[in-house]
């Protein structure tokens, strides 16, 4: 196992700016929302809050970007596995990250880690209780 490191601020302005922009994460968001819709046997929905959402309105969560590389031309190769990724409302999806910057305990835990206790965080203050509602 590699030490964990936290991503610097130029890799996760790439991110942001390049690859959630690009061909091979749109395809590969795609795929994934076809994949949850026929997992699940009915239409989307936020992880966090249950809220209804469609594969054009969903945001999804990376729990890692650990399969993200780029070819030996520079361009993206989206390599994440299903459980990589989460489908959620714009509105979670914002709390989410506000959370992950705003609340120092997030830091120690990596993004998985913060990305659950995030989770939980919200539904209690949604008062949703945490057993997994959606398997
Ligand atoms: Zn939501
Ligand atoms: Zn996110």
């Known amino acids: 196992m590699r030490p964990r490191t936290r991503p610097n601020r130029r890799r996760i302005l790439a991110y942001r700016n390049g ?3 690009s ?25 966090c809050c249950g809220g209804r959402i469609t594969a054009r309105t ?3 969560h990376h729990l890692s970007y650990r399969a993200v590389t780029r070819d030996m031309d520079g361009n993206w190769v989206a390599g994440e596995a299903d459980n990589d990724l989460l489908e959620m409302c714009a509105t979670c999806h914002i709390t989410l990250h506000r959370i992950f910057t705003t609340n120092a305990s997030m830091r120690t835990k990596g993004r998985r880690g913060a990305t659950i206790a995030a989770i ?16």
């Open 120 to 135: 939980r965080i919200i539904r209690r203050t949604l008062h949703i209780n945490n057993k997994d509602n959606h398997e």
């Open 19 to 21: 690859y959630l922009k």
């Open 23 to 47: 061909e091979p994460w749109w395809t590969r968001r795609a795929a994934y929302c076809a994949d949850r819709v026929r997992e699940l046997g009915h239409e989307l929905a936020c992880m």
């Open 58 to 60: 969903a945001h999804i």
